[in-house]
């Protein structure tokens, strides 16, 4: 019998099971993969996550980058320098959650990978978790199964919403050390390309919704017109789920964490940082109902709401704004460097959504009316 089973060796589930090992709690985790595993992602991560760990993630950083580059439909460059206290940190994902779990399993927790949950029983006080191996029975489950995992729909949570986004990987000696994001080439949402130390991490995707079966075609496309050489680049396409409103997260000893729990932000589809801190509360939870605190759960569900999810409200309204207009929105902001700034100030955990918003819409407003 463990403390708590984990379902999902992302950055939810490694930092879920690093908290409660480091507690003394007796952790499993479960994934499905065999690690260290590629995980279609971005990579960019803000250096705020260092904060919830105890331990240093310079071996998980491939690169830091404190430039970025906008264009308007590969157009109007705009060129801006990150004034923040840490630069951006590209990471390869296959790299950081195999750390992640690692720091865990030092700590005590059990990782059992090439291992799929396929169904949930709650048994009176526990739960037995069926997988491909052996069933496993645990007093508390954590959910941290991505974006189109069944582990909300097995514990009748509501599951997050997804979308498809498409990736492109392109291998290059010597990448620009600069983040570029393009506007306007794809209906209601972007493009981004972050470097890493041998390629670029390309991505689309629709953040309103639409179609999203050109978003290969068009990054493949884009690829091309920057200069580089798609050859031997891969592509995948991958679900994200965006925050669309806050949602109840606990059930019956058991949380949700990460993209499980549609944490990611609909105007960045930023879902690393989240989730390493969705992963990291509901591990406080998690300890806090084993030493009998009744409420423990529902406090989770709730906290999430008053932090991230009272910024996620934020976001959610500037997407709406931008992404219907992206030149207006262009010109209002990304042209105006103290717009930009703020707006890489919040990637980077420096500023929040609350602060800058509201000023934000009134100017896209203003420029519409
Ligand atoms: C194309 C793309 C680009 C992105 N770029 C960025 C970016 O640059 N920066 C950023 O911050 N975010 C980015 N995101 C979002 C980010 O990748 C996610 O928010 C993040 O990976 C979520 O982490 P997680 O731990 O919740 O889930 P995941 O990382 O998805 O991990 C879930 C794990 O659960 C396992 N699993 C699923 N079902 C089972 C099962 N039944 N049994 C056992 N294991 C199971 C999976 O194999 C997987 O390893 C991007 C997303 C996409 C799609």
Redesign the pocket.
Known sequence: MYDCII???????GTAAYHLAKQGHSVLI????SLP?Y???????SPAIAQWFDFDLAPTISMKVDRVRYTLKNKDPVEVELETAEPMWMVK?DTL?RFLVQQAQDKGAELRDN???TGIEFKGDSWQVNTTGEAVVGRYLIG????T??MAKWLKLKPAKTRL???LEVPASNPEPAIGFEMGLVKNGFI?S?PKADGYSL?A?TMLGGDSKKLPSILTDYAGKIGLDVKAAKSYE???TLWNGDRTLHSQNALL????AGV?DPFT?????P?IYTGMKAAEAISMALKGQGDALAEYTQVIKDTWGSEMVWAGRLAGAFFRFPGIGYKVGVKQPIATQLMLKILCGENQYSKLVGRATKRLSGGLF
């Open positions: 379902v999902g060796a992302g950055p939810a589930g479960l994934e499905k993969a595993r995980r279609p992602s971005g990579g960019a991560v994902r959650d291992t799929t949950v941290a199964d991505g974006p995992g069944s986004a498409a990736a981004w972050f991505g995707a991958h679900s994200v964490a990460g993209d499980a990611a589809a930023e879902g690393v940082r989730s």
